[in-house]
Structure formats: structure tokens, C-alpha cells
T-cell receptor, first 113, second 112 residues
């Protein structure tokens, strides 16, 4: 299907475990983004990527790792999950940077116990 | 720093009522301003945007005017429908860098 997809949609993991959230887009957009959504904070940028093999930190990058070996995929890894990383994670993509519209995936709800 | 402040919700309105959701911003430069909408169980969708002062963004009966003098971008709709029930996010983007700054969101419920 065309668009931007995320998997899994729901994930429960234990403290200390590694978990990877997947993001895939079919538009060949250059830019991809990872946000977390928490009550009282809105959306906060974790990492973004301007192109394959180019990534940069956002507002809250600690505890997360990203990679982008292919334009269409942008996985987010929590190397050692903590309870404070319980959140809803959204992936987004845009054709270019700047004020171009960002298209959001449906989100992944992650619970760390 | 850069930030967006939205009116706290939740907001509950009857169908056909007038809607205003307040949004003010603080920015170190000259931002573009956005309203995104999030329907239940979905990701955010762009609703409207304005890229310079006095611009009015509009879409689906919603509109917002970029007011530099009051650093505001309030969202309005003259007659809401049940299908407008969603969470609305105000956001800003500076002309430099790639980061959007989102407000905390305002939940709107429209009852028949």
C-alpha cells in the first residue's frame, strides 16, 4: 500500500530490552522524522534524516538510535528501554525540508514495564 | 527559545457552534505556522498553514490568520460538525533548520 506505515502498532516490552520500531514510506521522500507524543508535551522530535545515511538529533535523542540505509526505511531503536520511554511514537516524512508538509504514520504505542 | 502554547482542553461543543482554539507562539526568527489535526487512532494531518505575517490559512471551513503583532495563530470554524471531533495541534517551523515545534494539542468533541 502506498503511504507511510509503522510497525508494530502496539508493543509491550520490559525495562532493559532492546526494541526497534519500523517506519516505511513509499513516496521516496527525502526527509523522515521520528516524534514521541506524551500527554502535556505534544510531539517532540527525536531524530530526523535528510537522506539515506544522513541523520541528525532532534529535541530528545537520548536513549534512541536511528539508521537510514535506504530512502524508504527509517527504523528507531531503543537500545535499553526505560519506563520513561513509554509513549506513542510517530514517524513522518516530507518531500523536502523547510516548510514542506510532513505526512505522519499511524503511530506505535510502546509500553515499557 | 521556540515554543507554542495552546489553550487547554478538552473542548466540548454542540453541532453548529462556533469554534476558537487559541494558539500563541514564541520564536527566535520568522516562523511559518501550522495547524495539524489528529483523528482517533490516526497520525497527524496538515489542516492549514501560513508562511508570513497577515497570511490566512484555510481548509475544510477552518481558518487561521498569522498575527505577528500578537504572536498568535488562532484556529476558527463557524459551524462545527460531529466529524470535526479530533485533537488539534498548533505548530511552528523556523526558516532555518528542520524542526517543527508542536503545542500540546487541544481535544475537541462535538456532540449532536
Amino acid at each position: 500500500d502506498a503511504g507511510i506505515t509503522q510497525s508494530p502498532r502496539y508493543k509491550i516490552t520490559e525495562t532493559g530490552r532492546q526494541v526497534t520500531l519500523m517506519c516505511h514510506q513509499t513516496w521516496s521522500h527525502s526527509y523522515m522524522f521520528w516524534y514521541r507524543q506524551d500527554l502535556g508535551h505534544g510531539l517532540r522530535l527525536i531524530y530526523y534524516s535528510a537522506a539515506a545515511d544522513i541523520t541528525d538529533k532532534g529535541e530528545v535523542p537520548d536513549g534512541y538510535v536511528v539508521s537510514r540505509s535506504k530512502t524508504e526505511n527509517f527504523p528507531l531503536t531503543l537500545e535499553s528501554a526505560t519506563r520513561s520511554q513509554t509513549s506513542v511514537y510517530f514517524c513522518a516524512s516530507s518531500l523536502q525540508g523547510g516548510t514542506y508538509e510532513q505526512y505522519f504514520g499511524p503511530g506505535t504505542r510502546l509500553t515499557v514495564t | 527559545g521556540n515554543s507554542v502554547t495552546q489553550m487547554e482542553g478538552p473542548v466540548t461543543l454542540s453541532e453548529e457552534a462556533f469554534l476558537t482554539i487559541n494558539c500563541t507562539y514564541t520564536a527566535t526568527g520568522y516562523p511559518s505556522l501550522f495547524w495539524y489535526v489528529q483523528y482517533p487512532g490516526e497520525g497527524l494531518q496538515l489542516l492549514l498553514k501560513a508562511t508570513k505575517a497577515d497570511d490566512k490559512g484555510s481548509n475544510k471551513g477552518f481558518e487561521a490568520t498569522y498575527r505577528k503583532e500578537t504572536t498568535s495563530f488562532h484556529l476558527e470554524k463557524g459551524s462545527v460538525q460531529v466529524s470535526d471531533s479530533a485533537v488539534y495541534f498548533c505548530a511552528l517551523k523556523l526558516n532555518t533548520g528542520n524542526q517543527f515545534y508542536f503545542g500540546t494539542g487541544t481535544s475537541l468533541t462535538v456532540i449532536p
